[in-house]
């Protein structure tokens, strides 16, 4: 059983992505086998995981999918590797609400070990109760390690590890970073800017690499990773039902934030998946049954797609055939009548669903999701429940409520109303699906 350990940190900004990105590119240089995980539903850091490993890197959501499918996607996901790195997700315990969907969560279910990347600017010897606090806050989640972060020099060094070392003995201090700004990854409204847009990313990953393998004891901290309970028994339902047999999925710059599970789900139902590229002005294969219009940014690119006539009529032709087309947050916005961008223009859409939507009115929504469907249709008969996550900036000018897909409720329970719209088998809604909650 592949052996496997996860990359925390006691907050979000504490450097774990570009430390994380360092060790993936530093082992995969040294020909080591790894396989690299994201916990939680982040569509960006994944992608520059894959760029420093060299193979596809695969969401864990201690929230959104139950124990058997977090096993079951390690144990696929891993096959052919020698060790599994999981980058955690905000702060180690950190979650979708104050005791469930955290780091520390997805730790237990895996049996792995966890490796604290602390942030020390502006502390000194308190860094010992820190780590104390993190290590001991929770006796099923083990700390084995530590790596301080943004050091101010040697001397600040020898006081952090010093104070640990009297504090925590047993948990090592496995290295230390200085603070290194142009290594600093560029960001823009949903996280970091996208990997394929980084002109400089194997530049970047190259002196991570460096400066990881350099500064952190990298065979005492892969030496910390333990067995956990990968799972490599009965394969699961898809975690979404397939749309069709054959399905066409729309992947560019535009309509880049899919997840591998549920693609991948879909070739091990047995659908057959073809690719078009609506930047590049293509439409959806001639052959194809279904669409899939995932999320990303088509409030970037709204002049052009809406000035790519083959893709919006392959759209259209598509729908009069029959087909079931699935729009998600971005792809949603898509298959609506038209998207003001942020300079307050109007861009034409698909016109397949009553919808509107704004960027120029920016307002954030952000938080997992608990939505059943309202009719039957291609994802499953009325009733049917899916676990997901909405992060997006958009406001809907205009939504149908009276042609609904969802009824929604957020992670605590409280109900959200009316979410996304269907017509015919055109469906869309603003909510990432990230697994099926009922036996499908």
Same mark, same amino acid.
């Given at each position: ?287 194809? =049954? $279904?669409?899939?219009?995932?999320? *990303?940014?088509?409030? +970037?690119? #709204? %002049? @052009?797609?809406? /000035?790519?006539?083959?893709? !919006? ?96 409720? =957020? $992670?605590?329970?409280?109900?959200? *109303?009316?979410?996304? +719209?269907? #017509? %015919? @088998?055109?469906? /869309?809604?603003?909510?990432? !699906? ?7």
């Amino acid at each position: 059983m592949t052996k496997g350990l996860i990359i925390a940190a006691p907050s979000s900004g504490s450097g774990k992505t570009v430390l994380t990105l360092g060790l993936l590119r530093h082992l995969a240089r040294a020909k080591r086998r790894v396989a690299s995980f994201k916990a939680g539903p982040d569509y960006i850091d994944p992608a520059f995981h894959e760029e420093a490993a060299g193979r596809p890197c695969v969401n864990l959501d201690s929230w959104a999918m139950n124990p058997a499918r977090l096993t079951a996607l390690v144990g696929q996901w891993s096959q052919g590797a020698e060790l599994c790195i999981c980058e955690g997700v905000m702060g180690l315990f950190d979650g979708a609400t104050a005791t469930s969907g955290s780091t520390a969560d997805l730790a237990t279910v895996l049996g792995w070990p966890v490796v604290l990347v602390v942030d020390t600017r502006a502390q000194g010897g308190s860094v010992a109760a820190l780590v104390r606090g993190f290590a001991t806050h929770r006796k099923d989640v083990k700390v084995a390690g530590v790596v301080f972060n943004r050091v101010a020099g040697e001397k600040h060094a020898r006081v952090l590890t010093q104070a640990c070392r009297d504090a925590v003995p047993d948990v090592p201090v496995l290295g230390w970073v200085g603070r290194i700004d142009d290594l600093e990854l560029p960001s823009r409204h949903l996280g970091l800017v996208q990997a394929l847009e980084h002109p400089d990313l194997d530049d970047v990953l190259d002196r991570a690499a460096k400066l990881v393998g350099d500064a952190v004891d990298i065979a005492a901290l892969t030496g910390l990773a333990a067995s956990g309970s990968a799972s490599s028994g009965e394969p699961l339902p898809p975690p979404l039902p397939p749309l069709g047999q054959r399905i066409a999925v729309a992947a560019d710059d535009a309509f880049a934030f899919r997840y591998p599970h549920v693609v991948e789900g879909w070739r091990a139902a047995g659908a057959e998946l073809s690719f078009f590229s609506p930047l590049g002005d293509q439409g959806p294969n001639p052959d194809a =049954d $279904a669409v899939y219009l995932p999320g *990303g940014y088509p409030e +970037l690119h #709204a %002049g @052009r797609l809406a /000035g790519a006539e083959a893709f !919006l009529g392959g759209l259209r032709a598509k729908a009069a055939e029959g087909a079931a087309i699935l729009g998600e947050c971005g792809g949603y916005m898509v298959l609506g009548r038209g998207l003001v961008d942020a300079d307050g223009d109007r861009h034409a859409m698909a016109e397949l669903l009553p919808l509107e939507t704004s960027f120029a009115e920016r307002r954030l929504t952000l938080g997992y999701r608990r939505a059943r469907l309202m009719t039957d249709g291609p994802l499953g008969g009325a009733g049917g429940v899916f676990a997901g996550h909405e992060f997006h900036y958009a406001t809907a000018l205009k939504e149908d409520a009276g042609q609904a897909l969802f009824t929604c409720s =957020d $992670a605590e329970g409280t109900d959200k *109303g009316p979410a996304g +719209l269907r #017509a %015919g @088998r055109v469906l /869309g809604s603003f909510v990432h !699906l990230i697994d099926r909650e009922d036996d499908g």
